[in-house]
């Protein structure tokens, strides 16, 4: 079975600067999905950015990009110029290839946004 | 826009009770999922369903079941309500596509249930 790691239970940032969340998983398939998703206060889950394992280029979402590390099984998020609105939990999330749109999820990382 | 909607944002139920969790989606998405979120363990996997009528075990379906008669409605059971399945409850929807990466999972806004 696959587990997703997120080892920074909680973060925080001056507003404008650059933060890295961490997340590593395993999974003994060599082709699969990685997912962050972004829960604000509201509570509506948001997808933030995905990436296909097969892909080497880091994607890319405005604000938002991934070091994405295939062999040492490591997807980070990096939010650049932080703002308020991006205070919320973020979840890392992992897909299967053959998973069935089933997503085992991490177990978050709270970020605040300091002003 | 897609919309997935749960009947109850806050709900509180007794020890024993029956407790119906309601989702209802307009994307005519095949797939739904229910998942519980809890502080420290992120989110986990109770049930899921491909189609109508369909239903499958997740990570953690113990003390629940599902019902799946239309193909927007999916509905999380807790037979009899214990205290230690007092949670979030989010529910989701997804296209059934060939290419899991290009069908997003679309989340309700949750329900939190409180079991006293």
């Known amino acids: 079975a696959q587990t997703v790691t997120q080892s920074q239970p909680e973060m925080s940032v001056q507003e404008a600067e650059t933060v890295t969340l961490s997340c590593t998983y395993d999974?003994?398939?060599?082709?699969?999905?990685l997912f962050w998703y972004k829960q604000p206060p509201s509570r509506q889950m948001i997808l933030v950015i995905r990436?296909?394992?097969?892909?080497?280029q880091n994607a890319t979402e405005n604000r938002f990009s991934v070091n994405f590390q295939k062999a040492a099984k490591s997807f980070s998020l990096k939010i650049s110029d932080s703002q308020l609105g991006d205070t919320a939990m973020y979840f890392c999330?992992?897909?299967?290839?053959?998973?069935?749109?089933?997503?085992?999820f991490g177990t978050g990382t709270r970020l605040t946004i300091i002003p | 826009d897609v919309k997935v909607t749960q009947s109850s944002r806050y709900l509180v139920k007794r020890t024993g009770e029956k407790v119906f969790l309601e989702c209802v989606q307009d994307?005519?998405?095949?797939?739904m999922f229910w998942y519980r979120q809890d502080p420290g363990l992120g989110l986990r996997l109770i049930y899921f369903?491909?189609?109508?009528?369909?239903?499958e075990k997740g990570d953690i379906p113990e003390g629940y079941s599902v019902s799946r008669e239309k193909k927007e409605r999916f509905s999380l059971i807790l037979e009899s309500a214990s205290t230690n399945q007092t949670s979030m409850y989010l529910c989701?929807?997804?296209?059934?596509?060939?290419?899991?990466?290009?069908?997003?999972?679309?989340f309700g806004n949750g329900t939190r249930l409180t079991v006293t």
């Open positions: 990436q296909e394992a097969y892909k080497q």
């Open positions: 994307m005519d998405h095949e797939n």
């Open positions: 999974t003994s398939e060599s082709n699969y999905y």
């Open positions: 369903s491909y189609d109508v009528k369909m239903k």
């Open positions: 999330a992992f897909m299967g290839f053959f998973g069935n749109e089933k997503l085992t």
């Open positions: 989701a929807s997804s296209f059934r596509s060939s290419s899991s990466y290009n069908s997003p999972l679309h």
